[in-house]
């Protein structure tokens, strides 16, 4: 079956659900489809969390990570109000108009039941801590932040959802295997059904689940792409008392570090109070990640966050996402999917068994990682500035490196290839645009939303 739509828009995850909406508010009536492998919200279901079974069995399409909501939709939605982290987007346009695209993003969420909950950065308590932290030279960045919560984050994308398909066709269940040029007619998309789609307008929003898939249809297109880094680490779980004292004011606290050992930059990042921790399927390769509820009924006694140590390869390494890759692959090996350590094991160099599990005063959320040895996965120099990193994080939260502080591994964060994009994150073809964190220059839930927002705004002033 052959189709044709003004706007064809390739992933609906938080980047392409905006600009579907937004497409869909100023242009009424435009012919929008929007496509992605993954179900609809209501029906995505990993077989782990549905019960029926224990460890990651691989799926061909991660429930996880794809379909309606993307990677974000069973995440708790910390939303963050800046430009320092959670993307590039102020390499293409200016800080004011990014924060705007954010605000506007943030004001779509609360049409949809968002909280108006803010955590902000200028109470006299966040400064102190930032003052306190910066004793330690640990390096604390402040962001406003919301926290929508798994479950009213899940509820905020039904309800935008419902919304959407009254202007926007949605195609679930169906990958796009192949992007064409087909000169002034636009584009084409090929799905694996051997259907194919044409458009004169095509919005590219693929996250990290397509990034790799992605970069090669570029590469096909002659596009430009660029790629060096990749972030590995761990992912620690401390009781909630712990940290309290710093999720209270600041709910999640970015602390940056710079090892004496190696100079590297290691950073905590993902925080998740009262959370759990979870497995993450990255295209077979099993990772961790973590979420929480902000219903206290649904919590847990832990805080979990991310230490990751950034890695930046120069010539003539260029192929970071292999690296993460392996290394996260070597954790799987071992254990048949997450690693887990007691941070007191790591040290005194035994491996974290059942028997000393059983001993440990921390009770690991994510049942289904196996005791085992992070020192057999991860790469030294990486082991060094975590362990240097949790000593550091100690004297700030003490009891951070408590014996039986979990770590969870590998947890490894790719960057996809960056596309070379106009100011309007335009591809160097005519009306290709590319969006989110699987065009490189989004990492969190704000910004992808608000590049959505920015390039349908983009294509709505071109139409008119
Ligand atoms: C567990 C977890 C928790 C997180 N928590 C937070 C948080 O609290 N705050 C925050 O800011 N960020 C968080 N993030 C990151 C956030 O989810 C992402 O930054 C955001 O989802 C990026 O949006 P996106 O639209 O660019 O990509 P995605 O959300 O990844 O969506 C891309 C979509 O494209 C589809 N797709 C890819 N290739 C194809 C293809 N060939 N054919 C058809 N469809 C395709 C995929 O199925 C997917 O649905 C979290 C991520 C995870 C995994």
Request: glycine share 10%.
């Amino acid at each position: 079956m052959n189709s044709r739509y003004d706007v064809a828009i390739l992933g609906c995850g938080e980047a392409g659900i905006f600009a579907g909406y937004e497409l869909m508010r100023r242009c009424p009536g435009l012919k929008v489809v929007a496509i992605d492998q993954g179900a609809d919200i209501y029906s995505r279901s990993c077989p782990i969390v549905a019960g029926k079974v224990k460890e990651c069995i691989h799926c061909k399409i991660c429930d996880t990570m794809c379909g309606f909501g993307g990677a974000g939709a069973f995440s708790d939605g910390k939303y963050n109000f800046t430009t320092e982290f959670g993307g590039w987007l102020t390499d293409f346009m200016p800080k004011e108009e990014v924060m705007d695209l954010i605000s506007y993003v943030d004001s779509i969420n609360m049409e949809h039941g968002a909280t108006d909950k803010v955590y902000s950065t200028s109470t006299p308590e966040a400064q102190a801590l930032e003052k306190k932290a910066l004793e330690f030279d640990l390096h604390l960045l402040q962001a406003r932040c919301k926290h929508l919560g798994t479950e009213n984050n899940l509820k905020i994308l039904q309800s935008i959802y419902e919304t959407a398909r009254q202007g926007v066709e949605f195609r679930f269940r169906t990958a796009v295997t192949r992007i064409e040029a087909i000169g002034e007619k636009g584009y084409r998309l090929t799905t694996e059904k051997g259907d194919t789609v044409e458009c004169t307008y095509f919005i590219a929003a693929p996250g990290r689940s397509g990034a790799e898939w992605f970069a090669n249809q570029c590469k096909g297109l002659g596009i430009e792409l660029i790629n060096n880094q990749v972030d590995i680490g761990v992912r620690v779980e401390v009781p909630a008392k712990v940290f309290e004292h710093i999720t209270d004011v600041v709910y999640e606290s970015k602390l940056v570090y710079r090892t004496k050992g190696y100079g590297d930059q290691v950073r905590t990042f993902c925080m998740n109070p009262y959370g759990h921790v979870v497995a993450e399927n990255v295209e077979g390769i099993n990772t961790v990640n973590g979420h929480s509820y902000s219903d206290p009924a649904l919590q847990s006694e832990n805080t979990n966050f991310a230490l990751l140590v950034s890695n930046r390869f120069t010539s003539p390494f260029n192929e970071p996402y292999r690296y993460g890759k392996h290394i996260a692959s070597l954790s799987n090996m071992l254990a048949g999917g997450v690693l887990v350590q007691r941070f007191g094991d790591l040290v005194a160099g035994i491996r974290t068994n059942e028997h000393r599990m059983s001993k440990s005063f921390v009770r690991p959320t994510l049942t289904a990682a196996v005791p085992g040895d992070l020192s057999l996965a991860l790469p030294k120099r990486q082991l060094d500035d975590i362990i240097e990193m949790i000593y550091q994080l100690d004297k700030l939260a003490p009891g951070t490196a408590n014996y039986d502080t979990l770590l969870y591994g590998a947890e490894v964060k790719f960057y996809s290839s960056r596309l070379a994009l106009s100011g309007e994150l335009e591809t160097a073809m005519d009306n290709f645009f590319a969006i989110g964190d699987g065009a490189g220059v989004t990492r969190g839930l704000a910004q992808a939303g608000a590049s959505g927002v920015k390039v349908a705004q983009v294509i709505a002033a071109r139409l008119r």
